[in-house]
């Protein structure tokens, strides 16, 4: 649909080099099918340091959480979220209330009587926005068991390549030929409307909004959970009831990213930004609010003029749609608050993602949900092919004038995509086994009768 490939993965030049208004890290590497596939390039490097303990945690009066007390909460939260996998699973409510529930029964411990509990406090709100969007009101904790993070490092970015260069080793293209083995094979610009499944001849027709249309035996369907749910009508007939299921009772999360371009670093070599602990009483504007989903600003890597803000939650649209004036207005009065003792200058450029706003994708990513528990539905659900009665495709060694071929079960309608995969949903590498799965899934079934 859009006018290039790779979807949530966008790659833009922008100041010194390139940033990634998308997925920017490779999560892992046992059991990432992105990483088995990059791991002897040498295109990937490692953060080297770690995102809670390395950094610092401020309030918005400025106030930084003295470091023994940072290590000891982590420490407690590192337990909470690697030891207890199996309450987790039989937990009824929403990770955030697991997260509270937990956090509290680690800090009534003896060892942890002198833990300031405004602290405290302050911290477990922060790290549920940095779990997720929808971690408080919406994410089941249960759900979120299933999730499998691959062991080793978690945040391997690609250089100053961005992601793209992801894209570039799949379908082996360069900078001149960016399509690599599928040039030719590409319609860009090109949204597709409708998709008719039912005819009689078992073909299927997808129309696209300039009046393009094709005739297929099988289409893949990889558009975002988001499009999905908006777009109600794009199936004819209606998807059966359990796709339907699926498609509206998953969650769809919200998470936006922030740049700032600077003449030069206000900030030392070292420092390796902020996660930021929202006071109440230090946001009272109410054109501001936006601010208060904000919840980190870091540099960014390979770029030493760029610091990169992270939202998520119910504000990211205003934060996307927002006019650029009071978007520098709101990250300058943030950076003020935050970090009183550093001379704050005023950004050059300011750009965000769109995600949330975009027709082409309407979100970040997908999350398990409270009513995905409730409705019994799922990844497994949505990546379930629509099949329909047919005859065996002919193999090359059957050739017959009397169609006497025996019928089978044939997948029409295959879905693909990040919010099809059970344990690794939300990210590149979910997505891009999810391709595999129902790749697979077409040359088994062509390959039946060879
Ligand atoms: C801010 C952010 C940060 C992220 N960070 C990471 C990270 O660090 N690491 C990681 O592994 N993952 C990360 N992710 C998640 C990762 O980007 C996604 O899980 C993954 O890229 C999804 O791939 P997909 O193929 O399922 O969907 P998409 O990439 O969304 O592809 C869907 C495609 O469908 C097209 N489309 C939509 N509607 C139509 C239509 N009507 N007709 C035709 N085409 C249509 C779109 O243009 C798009 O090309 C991040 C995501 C976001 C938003």
């Avoid at 909470?80 to 009534?108: C, M, N, P, R």
């Avoid at 960016?178 to 610009?189: A, K, M």
């Avoid at 996660?275 to 009272?284: E, G, S």
Wanted: proline share 4%; hydrophobic share 40%; charged share 25%.
């Amino acid at each position: 649909m859009a006018d290039r490939i790779g979807g949530r993965i966008r790659t833009m030049k922008f100041a010194d080099n390139y940033i990634d208004t998308g997925a920017q890290w490779v999560n892992g590497q046992e059991g990432n099918v992105v990483y088995q596939m990059v791991k002897e390039l040498n295109v990937l490097d490692g953060k080297g340091w770690d995102t809670f303990l390395n950094v610092d945690w401020i309030r918005s009066n400025g106030e930084i959480m003295p470091h023994s007390l940072l290590v000891k909460l982590v420490k407690v939260m590192r337990s909470i979220v690697e030891q207890h996998h199996d309450d987790l699973i039989e937990s009824e409510g929403t990770y955030g209330e697991y997260l509270v529930e937990k956090f509290a029964e680690h800090l009534s411990k003896p060892d942890c009587h002198h833990v300031n509990r405004e602290w405290a406090a302050d911290f477990l709100r922060t790290f549920k926005k940095m779990e997720g969007a929808a971690v408080d009101t919406d994410m089941n904790a249960a759900g979120y068991a299933s999730f499998r993070p691959c062991k080793g490092d978690s945040m391997q970015n690609w250089r100053d390549q961005g992601f793209k260069q992801f894209l570039r080793l799949l379908v082996n293209g360069d900078e001149m030929n960016e399509h690599g083995l599928l040039q030719g094979c590409i319609d860009l610009n090109c949204r597709v409307r409708r998709i008719e499944w039912d005819r009689l001849d078992g073909t299927i027709q997808v129309m696209c909004e300039d009046n393009q249309q094709y005739v297929a035996d099988h289409v893949v369907i990889t558009v975002s959970l988001g499009v999905l749910k908006k777009n109600t009508r794009l199936f004819f007939p209606n998807l059966p009831l359990a796709k339907r299921k699926a498609i509206n009772f998953i969650g769809f999360g919200q998470v936006c990213k922030i740049f700032a371009e600077f003449d030069e670093p206000f900030w030392h070599e070292e420092w390796r930004g902020f996660n930021a602990m929202w006071c109440a009483d230090d946001l009272n504007q109410p054109q501001l609010e936006w601010l208060s989903d904000i919840y980190s600003i870091h540099p960014y890597a390979y770029q030493p003029r760029v610091l990169l803000g992270w939202a998520a939650g119910p504000n990211t649209e205003i934060i996307e749609s927002i006019d650029s004036k009071l978007l520098t207005h709101g990250i300058m009065l943030m950076l003020r608050k935050f970090l009183p003792k550093m001379k704050i200058t005023q950004p050059k450029l300011l750009v965000t993602s769109h995600w949330s706003i975009d027709p082409a994708h309407l979100g970040a990513y997908s999350y398990p949900s409270m009513l995905t528990k409730s409705y019994n539905t799922g990844p497994e659900q949505l990546a379930q092919p629509v099949n329909v009665l047919a005859y065996e495709p002919i193999g090359q060694s059957f050739v017959s004038l009397l169609d006497i071929r025996p019928i089978t079960v044939r997948p029409l309608l295959l879905f693909a995509g990040e919010a099809t995969s059970p344990d690794h949903y939300s990210t590149v590498h979910g997505a891009v086994e999810s391709g595999l799965r129902e790749a697979r899934r077409l040359t088994g079934y062509y390959q039946k009768d060879l």
